[in-house]
């Protein structure tokens, strides 16, 4: 079964407009983390936030934010007020505690397409 | 610090050749990821590094891939024989302590492998 799921998988905004990326994620660890990832046209891959499973507080930086609801097994992303720049695909991932290793587990990506 | 160093950036090689891709983790890292990347199957993890040994290389596709990592400080991914299906991007990433999942990982910029 597929731990992360991205629907979109393509966005498409005009510049200044805010864009909301949706993951939804699915565990049975009480004990796990949330990451996003994004990925622009150079191809190597950027952190940008790292959630664990005991902090539900909502995130700002910058132009961005994130909203992490647990009832919902979501972890959104919004782009505030978007930019060319923010042009790129973005990754959630999931790393489950009890896993052997910890590892990453990506989700789809959703490219997002910043016009001017 | 040089983040994680990979090579070749770009590499085409006929069907049959072997390949070998190579990874230079952050100094201080203790775990280490290969990833495959296409855009059918998104990010793929095929085999991960604990400590310079492998911990699960359950994503793997076949026996023609192998991977090692002889010291803390190199790893390679080979293929051998190569297939046109073996196109992608293959990441290495590296990360920090062993059993912490709420480590970030930090990606090399990718090997694009072209196999014709």
């Known amino acids: 079964a597929q731990k992360v799921t991205q629907a979109q998988t393509e966005i498409s905004v005009v510049e200044k407009e805010d864009v909301t990326l949706d993951c939804v994620y699915e565990t049975r660890d009480t004990t796990y983390y949330l990451f996003w990832y994004k990925q622009p046209p150079s191809g190597e891959l950027v952190f940008l936030i790292r959630r664990n499973s005991f902090d539900e507080q909502n995130e700002i930086s910058g132009r961005y934010s994130w909203n992490f609801q647990k009832s919902t097994s979501s972890f959104n992303f919004t782009i505030t007020a978007s930019q060319v720049v923010d042009s790129a695909v973005y990754f959630c991932a999931l790393s489950e505690e009890a896993a052997a290793g910890n590892k990453l587990t990506f989700g789809g990506g959703t490219r997002v397409l910043v016009k001017p | 610090d040089a983040g994680v160093i990979q090579s070749p950036r770009h590499e085409v090689t006929e069907m049959g050749q072997e390949v070998t891709l190579r990874c230079k983790p952050i100094?201080?890292?203790?775990?280490l990821f290969w990833y495959r990347q296409t855009m059918m199957r998104g990010l793929e993890l095929l085999i991960y590094?604990?400590?310079?040994?492998?911990?699960?290389d359950s994503g793997m596709p076949e026996d023609r891939f192998s991977a090692k990592m002889p010291n803390a400080s190199f790893s390679t991914l080979k293929i051998q024989p190569s297939e046109p299906r073996d196109s992608a991007v293959y990441f290495c990433?590296?990360?920090?302590?062993?059993?912490?999942?709420?480590?970030?990982?930090?990606f090399g910029s990718g090997t694009q492998l072209s196999v014709l």
């Open positions: 990433a590296s990360r920090r302590g062993t059993a912490l999942s709420n480590e970030k990982l930090f």
């Open positions: 100094s201080g890292h203790n775990s």
């Open positions: 590094f604990n400590n310079n040994v492998p911990i699960d």
